[in-house]
């Protein structure tokens, strides 16, 4: 028997709430969402045909409270719950909670969750009941005091993975490789997530370097049947969570993908697993051979690439299941399962991989995704004017391409990622993502999950290029400032709006702009710090362009402090002619304006998306490979000796934060590589050290929120 759900609430954000209420409204169920202050003006708030304020940005104090759920499940008249992926996905006592109150959770059962969901109890309960399921070597007792955890570590033997029992995505793991590291790193594995999961347990598993990471999606309904739909390959990590995920995996054979799949399809059965979930396995890239990881039970993130080779609606499934439709009736009228292509999917974070890959905060100004003709899907929870905090997971939108077949999903995926724009962060991740689907050990499919390290490493940056491209975004940037001075006189209705911009009765008389270099492309002199652009318009030009320019760019190394002149020094890295084609602006928003200009220097048309927010330019080319550039745009008034930066004993925070702990106090001795503060952001634990030895002053204390670059403690 089947019973209709007329109203479902959204127990999460971002991507994944946006992309359950799409099919809620394809199946015409209507939705609520939730949201935190943070979150009041986020996509998913207006795609909702209703929404509940739960209070804190904290997610403790808001998507994490059950309570606070509930209630508004029952003010609302919701007569279901989808919790989405992480925060109370995979909670038991949120589950029962939800049936307590008649309400139904899209999801396995409660019994289930403490079953297979947590990883601990999972071990025990395969090991008992379903022993043909291989287990990786390791430990999963309920003595959780360090001191175990360290015994049963050593007797395991390093390298060793230590894993939040609760909870994925990365939080609480940690590889440690010897045994000095292994109390802090169990402190902070346990410290993460307690955060993330409100569960500080952890099991102790054998690491193996060489690894491939495989999952098998299953489902299954209320009336005891269970399907496998294929595999997906998520080896492409950093911190342990997945960046690039694949179907159908490259490395599995026929045979071993039908003896994963049975194991899956086992431990499903084993419990009468309901809904969606997914069985992980670690497979050892020299061996073969596979072993048990975990069971996630809820949606991956990656589960669009499962949608993609199947052409199933895989929030559809869920909901059909928890109305009481069996899985044969969904299937049969889908056209059953098969497997059709290739599929892949990149996630766009906000992130350096430049260090370490930690999280990038701030507004976007610019986002877009091309218009080539090749068919993407892009599941994203934010538009432009979104703000990145630090108090959720990074990531700004997934990227799905299915093709034929492997390389040309690559090829297409390449094509699509260097023609997106995404601008006014300090950091993402695209081009690494452009980096990794080029590299040789990717394409041919012969990688594991330590392929991120050797990716970096085998990155190389030619610095004539790197100048050409930056010279390209400078006159790209000089011209979107002599356009937009241009639009505004126009628009201003002056006697004298129709005078060219930059226009001078003594042609050699240039006009200037000085660029702040906020990151340091390669090809520029060590000591510089800022790029000046001089430009004139050239008179009686006849083309097909606005205005012809001549430019002059050159690097500035500020003079030495005690120098009795205090001019910096310019060298002059470009001279030339350029010409300005089109200059189109868009809407923009209230703190950011951006353009598209198209221009000719050095006999070729370039085109540059240019947006100004915040007081720098930043600037995006297909040409570059899903890099983009940002200049400070210099105050004039401001000391050409001026600058930030960490000194050695100053140390800054890298991004903003919330200080958990303070590890040294003030006054104390500390020597290079002591931990002086543990910080959290976005849920990831970063520990703050001392750089040099001395006695040390920490201007912060627990609790604390504090921004990018403030200094929290000083060693003298």
């Not at 969570?241 to 431990?267: G, H």
């Not at 599941?379 to 979104?386: A, K, L, Q």
Request: aromatic share 6%; hydrophobic share 40%; glycine share 8%.
């Amino acid at each position: 028997m089947t019973v209709a759900i007329p109203k479902i609430l959204v127990a999460n954000r971002g991507e994944i709430a946006c992309r359950v209420m799409k099919s809620c409204k394809q199946l015409g169920i209507r939705t609520v969402a939730v949201y935190s202050h943070a979150d009041a003006h986020a996509p998913h708030v207006s795609m909702a045909d209703e929404a509940v304020c739960i209070g804190d940005s904290v997610p403790s104090l808001s998507y994490l409270d059950a309570d606070k759920i509930i209630h508004a499940c029952i003010t609302t008249g919701a007569a279901a719950v989808h919790p989405g992926y992480g925060f109370l996905s995979e909670n038991a006592d949120f589950a029962n909670k939800c049936a307590k109150n008649n309400i139904v959770f899209i999801g396995p059962r409660p019994e289930s969750i403490l079953a297979i969901g947590d990883k601990i109890s999972a071990k025990l309960l395969l090991s008992t009941r379903a022993p043909q399921v291989p287990l990786l070597p390791g430990y999963n007792g309920t003595d959780q005091s360090i001191e175990t955890l360290v015994k049963e570590s050593l007797k395991i033997g390093f390298p060793v993975l230590l894993k939040a029992s609760a909870g994925g995505g990365g939080k609480g793991m940690r590889v440690v490789r010897n045994a000095e590291q292994l109390k802090e790193e169990i402190s902070g594995a346990q410290g993460e997530a307690s955060r993330s999961f409100g569960d500080a347990r952890l099991l102790v598993e054998k690491y193996i370097e060489t690894a491939r990471h495989i999952e098998i999606q299953i489902f299954g309904d209320n009336h005891g049947n269970v399907v496998a739909l294929f595999e997906r390959e998520c080896s492409v990590q950093r911190r342990h969570q997945k960046i690039i995920e694949e179907c159908p995996s490259p490395f599995l054979t026929k045979d071993l993908r039908e003896k994963m799949t049975s194991s899956a399809v086992a431990i499903a059965s084993l419990i009468s697993y309901v809904g969606a979930g997914t069985v992980e396995f670690i497979v050892d890239g020299a061996t073969g051979k596979y072993y048990f990881l975990e069971v996630n039970t809820r949606l991956q993130v990656e589960h669009p690439v499962t949608e993609a080779v199947t052409g199933l609606d895989l929030v559809a499934l869920q909901i059909w299941v928890a109305q009481g439709g069996t899985l044969k009736a969904f299937l049969d009228q889908s056209g059953g399962v098969k497997m059709k292509g290739h599929a892949i999917e990149v996630r766009i974070y906000a992130e350096d991989p430049d260090n370490e890959f930690f999280p990038a905060t701030g507004k976007i100004s610019k986002w877009s995704l091309p218009k080539s003709g090749i068919a993407i899907r892009s599941d994203s929870g934010i538009v432009e004017g979104s703000e990145i905090t630090n108090y959720y997971d990074p990531m700004i939108s997934k990227l799905t391409i299915h093709a034929p077949t492997r390389i040309e999903a690559i090829d297409r995926m390449l094509s699509i990622l260097t023609d997106t724009c995404l601008l006014g962060l300090p950091a993402h991740n695209i081009e690494f993502l452009v980096q990794a689907l080029r590299f040789k050990d990717f394409r041919t499919g012969a990688y594991d999950t330590g392929v991120v390290a050797r990716i970096q490493k085998s990155i190389s940056v030619d610095p004539m290029v790197s100048l050409k491209n930056l010279v390209t975004g400078c006159l790209g940037a000089a011209l979107f400032g002599w356009s937009l001075k241009k639009k505004q006189a126009i628009a201003s209705n002056l006697p004298y709006r129709r005078v060219q911009s930059g226009f001078r009765n003594v042609p050699y008389k240039m006009q200037s702009v000085q660029f702040d270099l906020i990151k340091k492309p390669e090809g520029i002199e060590e000591d510089a710090n800022a790029l000046l652009v001089e430009y004139t318009v050239l008179p009686n030009y006849e083309g097909a362009a606005d205005a012809q320019f001549r430019f002059r760019v050159s690097t500035l190394v500020p003079a030495a402090p005690k120098s009795k002149v205090q001019t910096p020094k310019a060298t002059v890295v470009w001279d030339g002619e350029a010409a300005l084609v089109k200059s189109q602006f868009d809407e923009g928003g209230a703190d950011w304006v951006n353009a598209s200009i198209r221009f000719i220097s050095d006999g070729v048309q370039k085109s540059l998306t240019v947006s100004s927010f915040d007081e720098k330019m930043f600037m995006h080319s297909p040409e570059w490979g899903g890099k983009f550039y940002v200049l400070g745009v210099a105050d004039p008034y401001k000391s050409a000796q001026s600058g930030g930066g960490s000194k050695d004993g100053v140390l800054i925070t890298p991004m903003p934060c919330r200080v958990i702990s303070v590890n040294s106090t003030t006054g104390t001795s500390v020597k290079v590589g002591d931990t002086i503060l543990t910080i959290e952001s976005m849920k990831m634990e970063t520990k703050i050290r001392a750089t040099v030895a001395g006695i040390v002053t920490v201007t912060v204390k627990e609790g604390d929120m504090v921004k990018a670059g403030e200094v929290v403690a000083k060693i003298e």
